[in-house]
């Protein structure tokens, strides 16, 4: 793997010496693979696991809905803790929860269902020490100069760990008796995780003097700066579509294959269309094309949810609605990600309210995935519902939006300089 992540990805002798990624910024994409591998071989299944124990709906979508609005709590308090102990503790601190959470499904098995309300606010806590961290860590071993390029390997790391984890946690689910295959994946993830605790512990962080937590001040930001105030609202639009696609999109294809191994094996050719898509950023992107970018991705996200309008939820429709999805909804996010890293650099205190603005921002994120979500639970009491693909087609078309909440790349750059 050290060598894939040296050689096979980065080609870093053919590039010039500013875009070339540091020890660090290599080590954080290892550190992340791992941990994406973990929680992809129990994330996409733990939905699976609630909804071959319910058949239900709500009880998803209440887990997922419950999970969003404990994040912002979650944020705040691992970006306080990110303050005083450092990011990297904070990381660690993520991962070993995030481990723990896992165990405790173990423990408890199919009871889950009677406490998911408890699993759901847990996982929410612990994964937001983790992200808090990481997004972070993103702008700390990154430069205005390579940032593109790293986000786009960051996303060709995140998707080919999603790629190997359903799979393999797929095909072990399939050779299992009964439920028995689910446990021994969340074992798998549990073990997988205190492995990427150890790794994290090479890694190394920029300090910094400010400790002080100034989140109570994010407001004013937001009045003195158009520029970011609009790019917050972008990810709470970011967030209607992505609520969703968090859990739905799986629980659709399960239905249609009705096989949780092909759940994994259709995931991996998915996940391999996202990497398609990171490389070609990673080798073509630039900044100053983000408005064409989050244009071109909202178009293919309606022209998926369309279909999945008019055809209705055949096999092929929906794997042709997620194809879409594995390629515009990254391109999108990765654009806007990029976009956030460099407006904070422009911040009063430069960087050092990095933490803060990641804070705010998951707040706005999770507003917009809680919304999305209550759509889906609140007008599709059934899966098989015509409202599931006109509530995905209305937030697919708010993308549209970020056209116009992502200002000229330029500009951005002048006043960040």
């Known amino acids: 793997m050290n060598l894939m992540f040296r050689k096979s990805i980065f080609f870093q002798s053919a590039l010039p010496m500013e875009r070339r990624l540091s020890g660090n910024a290599k080590l954080s994409l290892a550190i992340h693979w791992c941990f994406t591998f973990g929680s992809s071989m129990s994330g996409v ?3 699976l696991y609630l909804w071959r124990l319910t058949n239900d709906l709500w009880v998803n979508g209440m887990y997922q809905l419950i999970s969003f609005a404990c994040t912002p709590l979650g944020f705040a308090l691992g970006g306080l803790f990110a303050k005083k102990k450092g990011p990297m503790a904070t990381i660690r601190v993520g991962i070993a929860l995030t481990a723990l959470f896992y165990l405790a499904v173990v423990i408890v098995q199919t009871d889950v ?33 390579n940032r593109l390029r790293y986000l786009a390997l960051n996303m060709i790391t995140f998707t080919t760990g999603n790629l190997a984890g359903p799979a393999l946690a797929g095909a072990i689910i399939a050779w299992s008796v009964g439920l028995t295959g689910y446990i021994f994946v969340f074992t798998l993830s549990f073990i997988m995780f205190v492995m990427t605790a150890l790794l994290s512990t090479r890694l190394r962080s920029a300090s910094s003097h400010h400790k002080s937590y100034y989140l109570k001040y994010t407001g004013l930001l937001m009045k003195r700066s158009r520029r970011f105030t609009k790019m917050l609202f972008g990810f709470f639009t970011i967030g209607l579509f992505q609520g969703i696609i968090l859990f739905l999109p799986n629980i659709l294809l ?52 369309v279909l999945l309008v008019v055809d209705g939820q055949s096999l092929w429709t929906i794997l042709l609605f997620m194809s879409f999805q594995n ?12 976009y956030q890293y460099r407006i904070i650099g ?72």
């Open 254 to 305: 399960f239905e249609a294959v009705g096989r949780e191994d092909a759940v994994g094996y259709i995931g991996m050719g998915l996940a391999a269309l996202t990497v398609t898509t990171g490389w070609l950023i990673s080798k073509y992107g630039r900044e100053s094309s983000a408005q064409l970018y989050v244009k071109a991705g909202a178009v293919g996200l309606i022209a998926g949810t």
């Open 45 to 47: 299944f733990l939905s």
């Open 327 to 338: 390629v515009c909804f990254p391109l999108i996010v990765n654009t806007l990600s990029a």
């Open 113 to 145: 269902v009677k406490y998911y309300v408890w699993f759901a606010i847990f996982q929410a806590l612990a994964g937001s020490f983790y992200w808090v961290s990481y997004i972070t860590l993103m702008y700390d071993v990154s430069t205005d100069q």
């Open 346 to 417: 422009g911040l009063p205190l430069k960087g050092n309210l990095r933490i803060e603005t990641v804070v705010l921002r998951e707040s706005f994120l999770n507003a917009g995935r809680m919304l999305g979500t209550f759509g889906i639970i609140l007008f599709s009491a059934e899966v098989s519902s015509v409202w599931i693909g006109i509530i995905l087609l209305a937030a697919a078309s708010a993308q549209l939006l970020l056209g116009w909440l992502i200002e000229k790349d330029g500009d951005t750059l002048q006043r960040s300089a």
